[in-house]
Structure formats: structure tokens, C-alpha cells
């Protein structure tokens, strides 16, 4: 028996009006997502992926359908919700402990800063926190913003491409290091992300966006590896290239359907 959706994406769409008629991002999109799930969403360039969890985030309004998460409707932001984007997006005038604050001071009150250690060193960056942004690098400054949405202590973790802009070796440590943080946490995370190696590491399902427009759910798939996950385990299993084929026979055939 299936456990009850902690997250419920119901015939979503997203339309907007345009000098040449409505322009239809996203239809029908309609997605259950059990407390403690780890989804990755994949799909083109402007397939509406970042649509929709903008829209699960509160930033956007839908056309039709909605998002209920634990019973509640979504109308807007909120503190059950973390968020980390494609840049890290701190305030540069603060530094790392106050950018961090900013997140504790919105759900605990009264704490002092030293609060914000924990989360800090959580995401490798001990001792760092009177650093300002200008003063990191950009992995470093992703770190923040992870341990910031972390701080939240949210029951669904949003995450936008937040790999995307780094270099190749820094992507894979945040990635293993966010691994880690969902073991100990189980935090509900939806992640939306272009690269296939990255889902196939992280999630528990893998959600396939057809093209736009009018972009909407084509495949999802299971992902059958076990946890814990170590790169170089899921890597030398035989069933890994098949999945990945799969995936990548889906964006570049299929999406079109």
C-alpha cells in the first residue's frame, strides 16, 4: 500500500498571455510525492521544469490546477519551504553567519547567531561565518545558501538547478554533501536539474518533461539503488548505463511526443 502524498501537484498548468495569443507552458501536470522523497525533474531547455517549482515555491500563480502540500493549499511562500537556486542569491552587504540568520529568524525567535554555526558546519564551512560573500567562492557561497534553506528547518527542500553554474569537481562534492544531509535529514526534496548522472544519484524517481510547449510529465522512473548511495558504488553497477540510456533515449526522442 502506497503512503498518503505529502505532495500533491494537481493538473497544474501555466499560460501566459502574449502579443501573438496565449503562450501554454506547462498542461496537465499532476505529481504525487511521499514525505522523505527524494524527485528529480529532468527534462529540455524551457520545458516548463522551473515552471513548476516556481510555482510549488509560491512565486507563480498557476493558470489551472494547484499544489497541496501536508493538506494545505499553496498560495504563496513560506517557511515550509526551502529554497536554494541556481546562484547562491546572499545579500553581499551580510555575512555568512547574518545571511544565515536571516532564515533562522523567520521560524526561531530570539536565538543568538552562534544558531547558525551548526548549519555552517553542516555544509563544510566551519568557522567561515564573519566571511562576506565576495570573499567566497562560488561553491562555497552555494554552501550557503543550502545551509540558509536548511536552516528554515523545512518539510519540502526546492532545488533549482543548484549545481548547474560550477565547475565539475565542486558540483560533485555538493552533491555528495547534499546526499549526506538527506541521509541524516530525510528532508521531502523536489530538484529540478538538466544533468542525468546527478538524478540518477540523488533520486529516488525521476520525473521526464516532454517539450514544450504545453510541456507536461512524459515517464517517471524508479530509481532502484539503494541507500546509503557512494558514487563509485552506483557507478560500477551494470544497471546504471541502462537507466541513464533510458533517460537520455527519453530527452532525445521522446520529448517530443
Not at 521531502?188 to 518533461?209: F, G, K, N, P, W
Amino acid at each position: 500500500m502506497m503512503p498518503p502524498a505529502f505532495v500533491e501537484i494537481a493538473q497544474l498548468g501555466k499560460t501566459y498571455p502574449t502579443p501573438a495569443g496565449p503562450a501554454e507552458i506547462v498542461r496537465d501536470f499532476t505529481l504525487n510525492v511521499v514525505e522523505g522523497e527524494f524527485v528529480c525533474i529532468v527534462g529540455h531547455s524551457g520545458c516548463g521544469k522551473s515552471t513548476v517549482l516556481s510555482i510549488v515555491m509560491g512565486l507563480n500563480t498557476p493558470s489551472t490546477g494547484g499544489v497541496v502540500i501536508a493538506g494545505r493549499e499553496v498560495d504563496g511562500p513560506g517557511t515550509d519551504r526551502g529554497v536554494v537556486f541556481q546562484s547562491a542569491t546572499l545579500l553581499p552587504w551580510m555575512s555568512v553567519h547574518d545571511n544565515v540568520m536571516l532564515a533562522l529568524d523567520q521560524v526561531r525567535r530570539g536565538v543568538t547567531r552562534a544558531a547558525a554555526e551548526p548549519y555552517l558546519e553542516a555544509v563544510g564551512l566551519k568557522g567561515l561565518g564573519e566571511r562576506y560573500p565576495r570573499e567566497l567562492s562560488a561553491g562555497m557561497q552555494q554552501r550557503v545558501g543550502i545551509a540558509r534553506a536548511f536552516a528554515l528547518e523545512p518539510r519540502l527542500l526546492l532545488l533549482d538547478e543548484p549545481f548547474s553554474l560550477l565547475d565539475a569537481l565542486t558540483r560533485m562534492e555538493l552533491q555528495d554533501e547534499l546526499m549526506g544531509l538527506w541521509e541524516r535529514t530525510r528532508k521531502t526534496v523536489l530538484m529540478v536539474t538538466h544533468d542525468v548522472d546527478e538524478a540518477l544519484l540523488l533520486a529516488d524517481r525521476i520525473v521526464m518533461m516532454t517539450n514544450g510547449p504545453a510541456a507536461t510529465i512524459g515517464e517517471i522512473l524508479a530509481v532502484p539503488f539503494p541507500r546509503p548511495r557512494l558514487r563509485e558504488e552506483i557507478l560500477a553497477r551494470a544497471d546504471y548505463y541502462w537507466l541513464r540510456d533510458q533517460i537520455l533515449n527519453f530527452l532525445e526522442e521522446r520529448a517530443h511526443a
